[in-house]
């Protein structure tokens, strides 16, 4: 691979250039490797627990009932390569890592399991929501904050020389601060200069979505290769969801496999995977079936095979047989998984 190999048309993969062709069924929004320990552990952390998660406490670890500092961290590159290869052997042969600024982002290690396994493993850019950002964040300019996504799309990214593929996830609260709003401006320039993809994760508010394509829209830019993500944790009605999906934009239900109805962050109900799939048959049968991702967003420990979760093959074992047997026909099917995931990946 030469600075010089030409990006367009192309997909950028933690190991270089390929066709997008060789993409396959993709996850469009995961954590291979990931520190999301949240920052007020992080500025005062007890005392490190002596046990690892088991079968007599992993449930309360996943509920949220026990607080497990390790849980907020996938950091096992053993686990990682055992984890993709049973996603690979379910059918998945993609995965889009969106470990950003802020959650201790790994392009290296990457780079070891995209070897160990043979999935393609494209790597986002960019930083997370406010709180997890450096303070030295704080003072930058978007300008400044394009020009550092724009080398890590086409020169390397946080101190090594793998590219990133993709722009984001870029962090969004609600209210939406002005280091975030700052960091997204800088995305779009980013966005314009590389023909890069942008995810959003948006904040836990039903209209965060909707300012944030309004946002985009605002500066004259399309929105037909923005991901707005975590919708499953955002939009609980279908007014709403359809008036989203009416911009164009590109809806992501990327938290498949949490299957249990409490939810730590916020008094929400969650919905289970059949729920999820109701609001995807919605967009489908209303015309947006060019504009649905899925994923399951995997971030702790608990929602890996290994410590007693579903793992990245959940939606290919488990998810897409579901989808044949209520109603999607295989072509929807393909379109998710692999059509649109092509599509967003090739840098135009
Ligand atoms: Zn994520």
């Given at each position: 691979?030469?600075?010089?190999?030409?990006?367009q048309?192309?997909?950028?993969?933690?190991?270089?250039?390929?066709?997008?062709?060789?993409?396959?069924?993709?996850?469009?929004?995961?954590?291979?490797?990931?520190?999301?320990?949240?920052?007020?552990?992080?500025?005062?952390?007890?005392?490190?627990?002596?046990?690892?998660?088991?079968?007599?406490?992993?449930?309360?670890?996943?509920?949220?009932?026990?607080?497990?500092?390790?849980?907020y961290?996938?950091?096992?590159?053993?686990?990682?390569?055992a984890?993709?290869?049973?996603?690979?052997?379910?059918?998945?042969?993609?995965?889009?890592?969106?470990?950003?600024?802020?959650?201790?982002?790994?392009?290296?290690?990457?780079?070891?399991?995209?070897?160990?396994?043979?999935?393609?493993?494209?790597?986002?850019?960019?930083?997370?929501?406010?709180?997890?950002?450096?303070?030295?964040?704080?003072?930058?300019?978007a300008?400044?904050?394009?020009?550092?996504?724009?080398?890590?799309?086409?020169?390397?990214?946080?101190?090594?020389?793998?590219?990133?593929?993709?722009?984001?996830?870029?962090?969004?609260?609600?209210?939406?601060?002005?280091?975030?709003?700052?960091?997204?401006?800088?995305?779009?320039?980013?966005?314009?200069?590389?023909?890069?993809?942008?995810?959003?994760?948006?904040?836990?508010?039903?209209?965060?979505?909707?300012?944030?394509?309004?946002?985009?829209?605002?500066?004259?830019?399309?929105?037909?290769?923005?991901?707005?993500?975590?919708?499953?944790?955002?939009?609980?009605?279908?007014?709403?969801?359809?008036r989203?999906?009416?911009?164009?934009?590109?809806?992501?239900?990327?938290?498949?496999?949490?299957?249990?109805t409490?939810?730590?962050?916020?008094?929400?109900?969650?919905?289970?995977?059949?729920?999820?799939?109701?609001?995807?048959?919605?967009?489908?049968?209303?015309?947006?079936?060019?504009?649905?991702?899925?994923?399951?967003?995997?971030?702790?420990?608990?929602?890996?095979?290994?410590?007693?979760?579903?793992?990245?093959?959940?939606?290919f074992?488990?998810?897409?047989?579901?989808?044949?047997?209520?109603?999607?026909?295989?072509?929807?099917?393909?379109?998710?998984?692999?059509?649109?995931?092509?599509?967003?990946l090739?840098?135009?």
């Amino acid at each position: 691979m030469s600075a010089a190999e030409p990006r367009q048309g192309r997909v950028q993969t933690v190991l270089g250039l390929v066709d997008p062709a060789e993409l396959g069924p993709t996850l469009m929004h995961e954590h291979v490797f990931i520190d999301l320990t949240p920052p007020p552990l992080r500025q005062n952390p007890p005392p490190e627990q002596e046990a690892d998660i088991e079968l007599c406490n992993c449930w309360g670890i996943a509920y949220g009932q026990k607080p497990f500092m390790r849980n907020y961290r996938l950091d096992e590159t053993d686990v990682a390569v055992a984890e993709l290869r049973d996603m690979k052997a379910a059918g998945g042969a993609s995965l889009v890592d969106l470990t950003v600024g802020g959650l201790n982002p790994q392009p290296d290690r990457l780079v070891e399991v995209a070897r160990a396994t043979g999935v393609h493993i494209v790597m986002g850019c960019g930083h997370y929501v406010n709180d997890y950002q450096h303070p030295a964040n704080h003072t930058r300019t978007a300008d400044d904050f394009a020009r550092e996504m724009v080398e890590q799309l086409t020169v390397g990214a946080w101190g090594t020389q793998v590219r990133a593929g993709i722009i984001g996830e870029i962090g969004c609260q609600a209210p939406w601060t002005d280091l975030e709003q700052r960091v997204m401006h800088g995305a779009l320039n980013a966005m314009q200069a590389t023909g890069a993809a942008l995810n959003v994760h948006p904040g836990r508010d039903a209209d965060q979505p909707m300012e944030v394509v309004d946002f985009i829209r605002a500066r004259g830019l399309p929105v037909d290769r923005v991901v707005i993500s975590h919708i499953d944790r955002t939009i609980f009605d279908d007014e709403r969801l359809l008036r989203l999906a009416d911009t164009g934009c590109v809806i992501e239900f990327d938290l498949f496999g949490w299957e249990q109805t409490a939810y730590p962050a916020a008094d929400i109900d969650m919905p289970n995977d059949g729920a999820r799939l109701r609001m995807v048959k919605l967009l489908v049968d209303r015309g947006h079936r060019d504009q649905v991702l899925i994923s399951h967003d995997i971030c702790t420990r608990t929602r890996l095979g290994r410590y007693g979760g579903h793992g990245y093959q959940h939606i290919f074992a488990n998810i897409a047989p579901r989808m044949l047997r209520r109603g999607f026909t295989q072509a929807d099917v393909d379109t998710i998984l692999v059509k649109t995931p092509r599509r967003l990946l090739t840098l135009i």
